[in-house]
């Protein structure tokens, strides 16, 4: 969880890996879990929180080892109007160049780019771009190509770091409603044993396999339920006091 600057900021300041959408992450994985019949202590399982705001995280025996947020809220994949992964030195080469100030540029990283600023502003929502890409509209395309080849290179650096993948789970606005994001982000990666359904991956909003019968690793839709997953670690918390 730690980054690659001085370790001093970590001591005075607390700078590291955090993450979010935790409460949606943990159960979803419980929830595969419980599909699959297995104890979650035992399975390697990456989710896939796609929304305005994406994250994916890697769970390997029910813990959360590592996650493409950050410190904030802007790491990882592109999402409505968040840049996602950027090489830090792009910061001060344009706040020179542009003459930008610390808030101009947290605006452009928070609210100016993503899908909104690569697609040149046709919109910052998926379904949008989609409906523009079906048209042939190159902007939109080349936004979901970035969005969707994300999604795929966290999961198979997911699958590396935890020694392999049972499970993937695909959550939240997009994750669990559109059809074509789960198709692309699954496209290419056979090899580790990942093999997507066309027809059962035909399902929106509802908790479904939808890979393979002869597929490694289990292709999952799971509509998140973050209220219930307060509600129990509430009840837990409230239980050891």
Do not use: W
């Not at 699959?36 to 390697?44: A, D, G, S, W, Y």
């Not at 690569?118 to 048209?135: M, P, T, V």
């Not at 198709?183 to 396999?209: S, Y």
């Not at 597929?215 to 409230?238: C, F, G, H, Q, R």
């Amino acid at each position: 969880y730690l980054y690659g600057i001085p370790y001093k900021f970590y001591k005075k300041y607390k700078v590291r890996r955090y993450g979010f959408h935790g409460t949606s992450h943990k159960y979803v994985a419980q929830k595969a879990a419980d599909i699959l019949k297995k104890p979650i202590k035992e399975l390697k399982i990456i989710t896939c929180h796609l929304g305005n705001g994406s994250s994916i995280t890697a769970v390997k025996n029910g813990v959360s080892v590592d996650t493409s947020l950050g410190f904030g809220t802007v790491a990882g994949i592109i999402m409505g109007t968040r840049c996602g992964d950027l090489d830090p030195a792009i910061i001060p080469f344009l706040m020179d160049k542009e003459k930008l100030s610390i808030e101009d540029i947290n605006k452009i990283i928070y609210k100016e780019s993503g899908f909104l600023g690569l697609s040149e502003g046709i919109s910052s929502d998926k379904r949008d771009l989609r409906e523009k890409a079906n048209q042939g509209d190159e902007r939109a395309i080349r936004t979901i190509s970035v969005f969707t080849y994300g999604i795929k290179k966290y999961i198979g650096a997911y699958a590396a770091a935890m020694g392999g993948v049972d499970a993937i789970v695909f959550t939240a606005g997009i994750g669990e409603n559109s059809i074509e994001t789960r198709a692309e982000a699954c496209e290419g990666l056979e090899f580790l044993g990942v093999k997507i359904d066309p027809e059962k991956n035909k399902v929106r909003a509802k908790e479904a396999i939808v890979s393979n019968d002869d597929s490694k690793v289990k292709i999952m839709v799971i509509p998140t339920n973050e209220e219930l997953m307060i509600a129990k670690d509430t009840a837990e918390i409230s239980a050891n006091l």
